[in-house]
């Protein structure tokens, strides 16, 4: 397998700054980002604890390449998971108590990321990850259980997720549809990630909220993943940090695409975004759809603000099988979410409070057949 990937295809379609999803703008920053990009050191030395090098993070196993190599069979394509900008990820099995590799199916699993050589600023990428995903715990964040790094090899290594990406089961054809009660907790276990994220101290924005960043364990609890290109948020009296523009067509919010300038509401916006996959069961970039459907975004919220009109947006592989009026709350959810004015947009706290207030009512615990 060396040293490639298996297949370019993922690579394109969830890429930051993909060729086939270019943000507008991102080769072209304003005047205020031009001169502020962000070097590896500036995004990691703005936490106090964070560094340079992986020397903060103890709690993490630093393993060697023959390690990985052959906790993967030498990455062997039957290993392989998924793909994403960054790299590729391969199933591999190591001992739970001395993290040294085993055979398959004896010790823990874990899920590998090999970052690709040709990746994108790759090394500042697996540092955030190395650096965020090290320090912070909580359970609907993915475990990073320990990193590699020899020369130009930068690996790292998840706890591994059964059921892999988000987008694999809302989009991939022949996959049996997410019951909608599922959704809905999907839904809530992303804003408290991201909510534990926006409350630090120092925010943390995620900054790449999409499906395929969303995975799920066995029972379809859902954790963030993916920190490669996560950073802090503003300190003091600043409403935003400005960057270069990195993310993913579809998902980004549009002030942040033209100007640069990031706060945690660009995450809110992408939350939106999310809510939108979920309803629809539509991707959030579909070439394959015509150029007034291609944008969920753009095809979907004229009907999102009528209580109506909104169950034509609605995934037609749930079979009506989901509550009206859940329905009804969480498309205007999205909507506010949504909103041009990031200052319009709502906190992810009182997103959460919203969908968790939702997963109360009587109608979203048992959906009646037919609801609609
Ligand atoms: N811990 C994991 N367990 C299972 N599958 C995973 C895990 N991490 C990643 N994957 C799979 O690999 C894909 C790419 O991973 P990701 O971390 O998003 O890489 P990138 O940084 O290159 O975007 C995911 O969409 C998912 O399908
Ligand atoms: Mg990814």
Known sequence: MGNTCRSAKCATASSPLSSKNPL????????????????????ISSLPSFRSDTSANSNLKSFTLIDLKNATKNFRSESFLGEGGFGCVFKGWIDGHTFSPTRPGSGIVVAIKKLKRESFQGHKEWLAEVNYL??????????????????????LVYEYMQRGSLENHLFKSGIQPIPWTTRVSIAVDVARGLSFLH????????????????????????????????RDGPTGDKTHVSTRIVGTRGYAAPEYIATGRLNVKSDIYSFGVVLLELLSGRRAVDEDRGSAEEMLVDWAKPFLNDRRKMFRIMDTRLEGQYSKKAAQAVAALALQCLNVDP?????????????????TMKEVRTPRPNSK
Not at 213 to 229: E, H, R, Y
Not at 343 to 359: G, H, I, K, S
């Open 134 to 155: 090290g320090q912070l715990r909580h359970e609907n964040l993915v475990k990073l259980i320990g990193y590699c790094s020899e020369g130009d090899n930068k690996l």
């Open 199 to 230: 409350s630090l101290e120092i925010q943390v924005i995620y900054r790449d909220l999409k499906a395929s960043n969303v995975l799920l364990d066995s029972d379809f609890n859902a954790k963030l993943s993916d920190f490669g290109l996560a």
């Open 343 to 359: 200052r319009n947009r709502p906190d992810m706290t009182e997103v959460l409070a919203t969908l968790e207030q939702l997963q």
């Open 24 to 43: 507008p703008n991102s080769n072209t920053s304003s005047s205020t980002t031009s001169s502020k990009i962000t070097s590896t050191t500036s995004v």
